[in-house]
């Protein structure tokens, strides 16, 4: 069974900093994706990873697939309040995307 | 922008009626899928459907059911509700062959 887990579930850090979020999973996917998820709404795509070594950026976010590994991370640079959110992330296994847990990210200023 | 829709967004509904869950996607994906969620807690899958006519149950036991008649739309029906059944409802969609999943913006049940 496929399982996915992130590190850490809940992080706080100040304007400014630097800090990466974790995605490890159990078996074998070259499909990873991110999603954002902000207070009582929905999710959002963030990052589709499809092969080993993709690195993915979008302002100050940065996304990495290592699937010998089968390590993912979710790099925030500079961090700003607005980054304050949940973020996802899922691999892709028989037609399904498996979440992990979640990371709650608070952006104190 | 993902075209996928729900509604209502919000309910609130006694314990025991009957409620359904309206999700429709204009984007032709044949796969489709219903979450439950608990405030900033994980997403639980509890149904799934690969094409018209075809419905899978997910990973979380739900009371609930789905039906597949058309493509385009993916509606879960609650026979009885319960105060359980509180919970933030989100319905995604995909393509094929792909895996990314399009997210509507959800219906938070209450059940009073």
């Known amino acids: 069974e496929l399982k996915v887990e992130q590190n850490p579930l809940f992080l706080s850090m100040q304007e400014g900093k630097n800090y990466t979020i974790y995605c490890n999973y159990s078996t074998t996917s070259d499909r990873l994706y991110w999603y954002r998820q902000d207070p009582g709404k929905s999710l959002e795509s963030l990052f589709v990873?499809?092969?080993?070594?993709a690195v993915k950026q979008e302002g100050r976010l940065m996304a990495s697939l290592d699937t010998k590994a089968r390590l993912s991370t979710l790099h925030i640079t500079a961090a700003v309040h607005d980054l304050s959110a949940t973020y996802f992330c899922?691999?892709?296994?028989?037609?399904?995307?498996?979440f992990g847990q979640g990371t709650t990210l608070q952006v104190k200023p | 922008e993902a075209d996928i829709y729900q509604t209502p967004r919000y309910l609130v509904i006694g314990t025991g009626k009957k409620i359904t869950l309206e999700c429709s996607q204009t984007?032709?994906?044949?796969?489709m899928y219903w979450y439950q969620q608990d405030p900033g807690m994980e997403l639980h899958l509890i149904h799934y459907s690969y094409g018209v006519n075809s419905t899978e149950k997910g990973d979380l036991s739900s009371e609930s059911t789905v039906s597949r008649i058309r493509t385009e739309h993916f509606p879960l029906t609650l026979e009885s509700a319960r105060p359980s059944h509180t919970s933030q409802y989100l319905c995604?969609?995909?393509?094929?062959?792909?895996?990314?999943?399009?997210f509507g913006p959800g219906t938070r049940l209450t059940v009073t």
């Open positions: 995604a969609s995909a393509r094929g062959y792909s895996y990314e999943q399009y």
């Open positions: 984007m032709g994906h044949d796969k």
């Open positions: 990873l499809l092969s080993n070594g």
């Open positions: 899922a691999v892709g296994n028989t037609g399904k995307l498996i």
